[in-house]
């Protein structure tokens, strides 16, 4: 049982760091504070969901108009929160808010209120791996999280866009003044972000579940594993995600499910008492 | 150069003086119309955004149905019925907010719809206060009757869930090592305890009693912990999406129960759908489907499907029906005041609603002293190649339950 539960721990976590890594990507870079995260993630979801239903489309080939979908919608949201001026972090708060519930109702009105799922039949088998049984969508959100952080750390450590992406994140001013166009690095940024909420929006149609408001439950999870992470903080993500899937995940077998919760916000709480800057944070102002 | 520049303001003033006369004679006109059409209006509180949206739609379908239907047979006392209808958001502040605006400042007779105990509980309190008679929708929690609340009804009760589950579990499937999960709500916490009650009377012992946040993402630690300790019937209290979700990992996890029981959430043909196939053999309870009525009321109960069809282009569920009772309690409770030829007031509507005896598709309506609906009774269901078949009590049932349900090996 100890291994399943490691397993399902895992790969809950990898399942969050997916959630999570657009939001943190963005925030660390413009301070965008995208309140409305969640619903893109969900709007990717039934994207897939609309293209796999009406048009029969394989599962993986709705990954790339899902993508296109929250691309263009972000590239709006983008626009808009350029126009905000100081306090940045406040006022997009204020803003996603609102485009939060606009893009809900939206899906509400368009979707209506049926939950629905993606059903991906490969996905509910697994293979036996030394006698343990993993499924494919357990293996699917592990592979998947680690390829992204994968592809992620080498863009911004092994490219010359990391470098300047990194620089915004650590100081937007230095950036600015060292010749780096940091509009742009916020556009770039709110791009990749994109991409990684479109690779896991129809995920999150296939593993979880889609229904208009369930986009606030991702936005908190992200929040959650940014801050744990540490704010920009984007290799710190994968550690994040892990330790708050298996700290669940022991929980609810050693406790019961309905400590679930309370667990993680103690861990959180605990975090931040002794280590403010995220797990990987060094203390710096 | 002067004129040039002063006309674009002359033209600006004269369309604003236009708008002005255009509104004036619109208030001024429509007032004409409205004046002389006398309406009764009643008060409609639903979830129509949020969490709750699915069900609070559904809720008001059934009661846009209800108050069709008397408009269209010359509504009561010849007035027609005006729906005044709210969102409160899935939110029990905004709740508050919209029953006080309905109760003082539309002034509306009574007030009905609601979904879920948080939410009707709060629209109950502010109903009390300015003495309106409230007829909830779907509500559950006994706390809630036994306030002594005399404005409010309800055509739904817990004990109406927990008879039938609780027949089915000691004389069909009598299961060796049963759990009961139940979601962190009022609703689902007073299920667990009034069914655990139900089942220590008959001898049945819980091997498993535990809580879960409704909206868990992920139910696999649960499970693993469900077949180490070989598990065979599980009772669970989540919602549609929660039962998506077990099953799903159920079925990911090669764990099979010898039966899944959902009380809520899955005896809906949106639900079916969702999971496909692999909704098959789940059990479920439901007070009323197309194809499940109340005996002798199959014609009633085909007469809302059709309206219901006609005006949707879907067929209605067991949410719909809970929001058509309660509407069509309100409307017969307001016609009997006028019969009686006793003022239309909410004291009057009141008293109208504990002396009802209304026979519907979905119950026998008569509230008893607390405001609770007396026959309020489920059957217990099973899905079999996607459709619901009555498998509990006996003499409703209209088909044999399969049990043990086969593996997920087996059925692929």
């Not at chain 2, 949020?50 to 379908?61: D, L, N, S, T, V």
């Not at chain 2, 305890?193 to 868990?216: H, S, Y």
């Not at chain 2, 609906?373 to 409703?396: A, C, F």
Request: with cysteine.
């Amino acid at each position: 049982m100890w291994t399943t539960i490691f397993i399902s721990g895992i790969s809950l976590g990898s399942f969050y760091v997916l959630v999570a890594l657009g939001f943190a990507l963005i925030f660390g870079v413009t301070r965008n504070f995208n309140l409305a995260h969640g619903d893109l993630l969900v709007l990717a979801g039934y994207s897939a969901y609309w293209l796999w239903k009406a048009w029969a489309f394989p599962f993986v080939f709705t990954f790339p108009f899902a993508i296109l979908v929250i691309l263009l919608v972000s590239l709006g949201l983008q626009r808009l929160f350029s126009r905000l001026r100081d306090p940045i972090e406040l006022n997009s708060i204020v803003l996603s808010f609102g485009v939060a519930i606009l893009i809900q109702n939206s899906m509400l009105f368009f979707f209506s209120g049926n939950y629905r799922l993606i059903r991906v039949p490969i996905l509910s088998q697994g293979i036996r791996i030394s006698g343990f049984y993993v499924s494919y969508s357990q293996l699917t959100l592990l592979l998947l999280s680690l390829v992204t952080i994968g592809t992620l750390y080498m863009l911004m450590y092994r490219t010359y866009l990391g470098k300047a992406l990194r620089a915004t994140i650590q100081d937007k001013d230095a950036a600015a003044l060292a010749g780096i166009n940091v509009a742009a690095m916020g556009t770039l940024s709110f791009c990749i972000g994109a991409v990684l909420i479109g690779l896991a929006g129809p995920l999150y149609g296939c593993i979880h579940y889609l229904y208009p408001s369930t986009g606030h439950e991702a936005t908190l999870l992200a929040i959650t594993i940014t801050i744990f992470a540490g704010v920009g903080r984007l290799n710190g993500i994968l550690l994040a995600g892990w330790i708050l899937g298996l700290a669940e995940s022991l929980t609810v077998v050693l406790c019961g499910a309905s400590w679930r919760e309370m667990v993680s916000a103690v861990l959180l709480l605990t975090l931040l008492a002794f280590r403010p800057h995220g797990l990987l944070g060094k203390g710096e102002g | 150069m002067e004129k040039i520049k002063k006309y674009p303001k002359n033209l600006l003033f004269w369309l604003f003086i236009c708008l002005w006369i255009i509104l004036l004679l619109v208030t001024l006109l429509l007032p004409v119309e409205t004046c002389f059409a006398a309406v009764i209006k009643i008060g409609e509180i639903n979830p129509l955004s949020g969490r709750f949206a699915k069900q609070g739609i559904e809720i008001h379908q059934g009661i846009e149905v209800a108050v069709a239907e008397a408009n269209a047979a010359g509504g009561i006392g010849g007035m027609q019925i005006q729906v005044v209808s709210r969102d409160d958001q899935s939110r029990p502040d905004v709740a508050i907010s919209r029953a006080e605006e309905l109760c003082s400042w539309e002034k509306v007779l009574a007030i009905t719809g609601g979904y879920v105990d948080s939410l009707v509980g709060p629209i109950a309190a502010v109903t009390q206060k300015y003495k309106i008679p409230y007829v909830a929708s779907a509500s559950l929690q006994k706390e809630l009757t036994q306030h002594k609340n005399p404005y409010l009804f309800r055509v739904s009760k817990l004990q109406g869930f927990v008879e039938p589950l609780c027949g089915i579990l000691t004389e069909q499937l009598k299961p060796l090592r049963l759990a009961v999960l139940y979601a962190a709500t009022p609703g689902s916490t007073e299920l667990a305890g009034e069914l655990e009650k139900c089942l220590k009377k008959q001898g049945l012992k819980i091997r498993m009693l535990e809580k879960f946040r409704p909206g868990t993402p992920d139910f696999t630690p649960l499970i693993a912990k469900l077949a180490r300790m070989k598990i065979d019937v599980i009772v669970s209290g989540g919602f549609t999406p929660d039962h998506i979700l077990f099953v799903r990992q159920l079925k990911e996890n090669r764990v099979t129960p010898k039966a899944y029981i959902g009380p809520f959430g899955i005896a809906y043909e949106s639900f079916i759908q969702a999971l496909g196939k692999d909704a098959d053999y789940l059990y479920s309870t439901c007070a009323w489907n197309p194809g499940i009525t109340l005996p002798g009321t199959e014609e009633a109960s085909a007469s809302f499907v059709n309206h219901f069809e006609k005006r949707f282009n879907q067929p209605p569920n067991t949410t719909n029906m809970h929001g058509y009772t309660s509407a069509k309690a309100l409307i017969v409770a307001m016609q009997n005041v006028l019969n009686k030829q006793l003022p239309l007031n909410g004291e009057n509507i009141r008293h109208a609603l504990t002396l009802l005896d209304l026979v519907m598709p979905m119950e026998h309506l008569h509230f008893d002293a607390q405001g609770d609906p007396e026959d309020y009774r489920h059957v217990v269901v099973q899905i079999q190649k996607g459709k619901l078949v009555v498998v509990y009590p006996p003499d409703r049932a209209s088909g044999h339950a399969i049990y043990p349900m086969p593996s997920w090996e087996q059925r692929n």
